[in-house]
């Protein structure tokens, strides 16, 4: 599976961005599929998860501010962020589990200024 994430960029603090991941197959063939993120100097972190069936899950610090869905037809899922921070700058990557298997896609940049 390869998988495109794209717009990311630069946000003021409070405002919102939509990031997509276009899938190379099927998305419906796929178990879950999730974005995470990586900001400058720590870990990578998950940031929600959506399965086969619709179900979702969010992290702690994104709950509440951040949709995760998908549209079958497009072979695409996104991530609808509201009331950013800068604290949710970060590189944001999309991964797709396939059987056993997680791909990753190449990352997009949001920058959130204060």
């Known amino acids: 599976v390869q998988l495109q994430a794209s717009g990311g960029g630069l946000a003021q603090a409070g405002g919102s961005v939509r990031l997509s991941c276009a899938a190379s197959?099927?998305?419906?063939?796929?178990?879950?599929m999730a974005w995470s993120r990586q900001a400058p100097g720590k870990e990578r972190e998950l940031v929600a998860t959506?399965?086969?069936?619709?179900?979702?899950f969010y992290g702690d610090s994104v709950k509440g501010r951040f949709a995760i869905s998908r549209d079958n037809a497009k072979n695409t899922v996104y991530l609808q962020m509201h009331s950013l921070k800068p604290d949710d700058t970060a590189i944001y990557y999309c991964?797709?589990?396939?059987?056993?298997?997680?791909?990753w896609g190449q990352g997009t940049l949001v920058t959130v200024s204060s």
């Open positions: 991964s797709a589990i396939v059987g056993g298997s997680v791909y």
């Open positions: 197959q099927n998305i419906l063939s796929v178990n879950g």
């Open positions: 959506i399965s086969q069936s619709g179900e979702t």
